[in-house]
């Protein structure tokens, strides 16, 4: 018998502000804290870049609803949002970004977010293939896209964060 997380589904529509609003509050534990965004609500000019950067159309963000509920469970952005500065990303593709409300990461979740990027990615997009960029310690999200078929194709350091980071792509 599969629990109720695991049996969800996700509805895919654009971002909106108030969507942005919500997102910037969420705040990860460590060594996940490095997906926190900013001080949340608190820096109006902060808030207002958010929301510009959420909102440009090349970056094709997409808010991530629960169904029924249509609560907002996470994100998804398509194209160079997607990559960190220190990557090659010559060669063509879909490059996804992803984030997942902290209070659903860490449950078994990951696959069934992973899949309706993937799902949207595939209906929206005619690249040869699909890239996500990881950050090495991450082992938990590079083993959700491995479960997606897809394979480490780089390593490198983030040239800002210096972080270590690995592409994977899948054809």
């Given at each position: 018998m599969?629990?109720?997380?695991?049996?969800?589904?996700l509805l895919l529509r654009p971002i909106t502000a108030d969507d942005v609003r919500y997102i910037i509050t969420w705040r990860y534990e460590s060594p996940y804290d490095i997906y926190n965004m900013g001080s949340g609500l608190d820096d109006a000019?902060?808030?207002?870049?958010?929301?510009?950067?959420?909102?440009?159309?090349?970056?094709?963000?997409?808010?991530?609803l629960r169904q029924p509920?249509?609560?907002?469970?996470?994100?998804?952005?398509?194209?160079?949002?997607?990559?960190?500065a220190g990557g090659d990303y010559r060669n063509p593709a879909?490059?996804?970004?992803?984030?997942?409300?902290?209070q659903y990461t860490g449950r078994g979740?990951?696959?069934?977010?992973?899949?309706?990027?993937?799902?949207?990615?595939?209906?929206n997009f005619?690249?040869?293939q699909l890239r996500v960029t990881i950050a090495?310690?991450?082992?938990r999200a590079q083993k959700v896209w491995e479960r997606h078929n897809f394979v480490p194709m780089q390593h490198f350091l983030s040239l800002y964060s210096k972080r270590p980071f690995i592409i994977y792509v899948r054809e």
């Open positions: 599969s629990s109720p997380l695991q049996t969800w589904q000019i902060e808030l207002a870049e958010a929301i510009d950067y959420f909102l440009r159309p090349q970056y094709h963000f997409q808010a991530m509920t249509g609560e907002l469970a996470g994100f998804c952005s398509f194209g160079s949002d997607g990559q960190v879909v490059d996804i970004g992803m984030g997942v409300h902290p979740l990951g696959y069934t977010f992973a899949g309706a990027a993937i799902d949207f990615a595939l209906a005619k690249q040869p090495e310690f991450n082992r």
